[in-house]
């Protein structure tokens, strides 16, 4: 596609519940990011894909947090047992090969947990 | 801890005035990068740096290296420059970027 896309924009869960976010991202882009952001901050890192592996998975969080990227394109950020915590805008980004490469920004999806 | 420190946080011009956000940072880096995220909007990529100086339409960026230090210039500023511009770094050869919080710019016509 022309962009990455993300779906959904927004997501509304109760607390305790599972959620699935979805990243596409620029075609031939073997890099993709996952960062979290919550108001007022900066985005903050969870994870790095280089195709199907995931590279550097230290910024998630903790055990409720997964992605995975089986084809080497699409991205699903899965999350267990949903937190209040855990409300935030997630971002999605690709660059071409990862490195020091230029990242392309997904809208992101706004993430509320009630 | 923060690595990456922005100024300043808030920002008021008005219509031509020339603009400087600054970006600082503790340790080495490979790479920084200067963001642009318009309120309610995607996060768009203005430039990377590794080294000296960038320049594309208004918008002007520097990276001092030995101090650590990066600026990004807007040059006759527009009220559509209005966004919160965000510095971010790659430290060493890693795959994550640190990001700063954010300036957020409000240029009045």
């Known amino acids: 596609g022309a962009g990455v896309s993300q779906t959904p924009s927004n997501k509304v869960t109760e607390k305790g519940k599972y959620v699935e976010l979805r990243c596409d991202p620029i075609?031939?882009?073997?890099?993709l990011y996952w960062y979290r952001q919550s108001l007022g901050q900066g985005p903050e890192f969870l994870i790095y894909?280089?195709?199907?592996?995931?590279?550097?998975d230290s910024g998630l969080p903790n055990d409720r947090f997964f992605a995975v990227r089986p084809e080497g394109s699409v991205s699903t950020l899965k999350i267990q047992r949903t937190e209040r915590g855990d409300s935030a805008v997630y971002l999605c980004?690709?660059?071409?090969?990862?490195?020091?490469?230029?990242?392309?920004f997904g809208p992101g999806t706004r993430l509320t947990v009630l | 801890k923060n690595e990456v420190e922005q100024s300043p946080q808030n920002l008021t011009a008005q219509e031509g005035e020339f603009i400087t956000i600054n970006c600082s940072y503790s340790?080495?880096?490979?790479?920084l990068h200067w963001l642009q995220q318009h309120p309610g909007g995607g996060i768009v990529s203005l430039f990377m740096?590794?080294?000296g100086k960038k320049k594309h339409g208004r918008l002007i960026a520097t990276i001092n290296i030995q101090e650590k230090h990066s600026s990004l210039h807007i040059t006759a500023s527009h009220p559509r420059d209005s966004a919160v511009y965000i510095c971010?770094?790659?430290?060493?050869?890693?795959?994550?970027?640190?990001f700063g919080t954010g300036t957020s710019l409000t240029v009045i016509p």
């Open positions: 980004a690709s660059s071409r090969s990862g490195g020091a490469d230029t990242q392309y």
């Open positions: 075609s031939g882009h073997t890099a």
């Open positions: 894909f280089q195709g199907t592996g995931a590279a550097d």
């Open positions: 340790v080495g880096i490979s790479a």
């Open positions: 740096l590794s080294s």
């Open positions: 971010a770094v790659r430290i060493g050869t890693g795959n994550q970027f640190y």
